[in-house]
């Protein structure tokens, strides 16, 4: 029987299952990996609290070492943390347990896709091939330049722009000289076309969906 953190909002309660619950329900969760003809994950934020970097929804009362998430903390004006604290930790972090072991999985060819709602580039530095992947809501690191498709992948954030909609960088395509734009998608820009076509096709064939880290 799963237990959970005491929350004033139950429909934020942390569940935590007995490690007795947890070892069968990881067994299954192999048996169906391996059985599998087309296994896909999806991603979010949780996968990446272990490497310094908060989620969004996790609680006040949260037992993350990151603490509440950034949407939390947006509702209780009260607590407070650096405003930098999510940028820096960005640059700094490296690839989790979590994005490690799926990369294993791609490379024993029983994982076929990645479909992350993650913008910190994580997937694409812990080696995981870019075409097993669709960032739906960008890559802090990714830069693009509309006119010629070239992508730039960079060791540093590319989001220059001071307004939500506005996405040009400092920076000149090096092929066209034209001007590049980060890929961040922010609330109310439509999902990257490519990245939203390939991850519905791939849910389609899939006969195992793993969710990681997201309440979706």
Avoid at 55 to 82: C, Q, Y
Wanted: proline content about 6%; glycine content about 6%; overall charge neutral.
């Amino acid at each position: 029987m799963a237990h959970g953190i005491a929350d004033e909002d139950p429909t934020k309660k942390e569940i935590i299952d007995p490690p007795e619950v947890l070892d069968q329900k990881l067994d299954q969760l192999a048996d169906w990996i391996r059985n599998a003809k087309h296994f896909i994950v999806f991603t979010g934020a949780g996968i990446s609290t272990s490497t310094g970097i908060p989620d969004f929804r996790s609680s006040m009362n949260t037992i993350l070492p990151t603490g509440p998430g950034v949407w939390e903390l947006r509702d209780h004006p009260g607590a407070k943390r650096s405003p930098t604290a999510l940028t820096v930790t960005l640059t700094k972090a490296i690839p989790s347990t979590t994005h490690m072991a799926l990369v294993e999985l791609a490379r024993q060819n029983l994982l076929h896709f990645v479909v992350s709602q993650n913008i910190d580039g994580l997937h694409l530095r812990s080696g995981l091939p870019s075409p097993l992947i669709a960032e739906l809501h960008g890559n802090s690191n990714l830069e693009i330049c509309k006119k010629c498709q070239t992508k730039y992948l960079r060791d540093f954030r590319t989001r220059t722009a001071l307004k939500a909609h506005e996405h040009q960088t400092t920076r000149k395509c090096p092929k066209c000289r034209s001007t590049l734009y980060d890929s961040i998608i922010n609330f109310g820009e439509n999902l990257p076309k490519q990245e939203l076509e390939a991850s519905f096709e791939h849910a389609e064939k899939a006969d195992v969906c793993l969710v990681l880290g997201s309440s979706l």
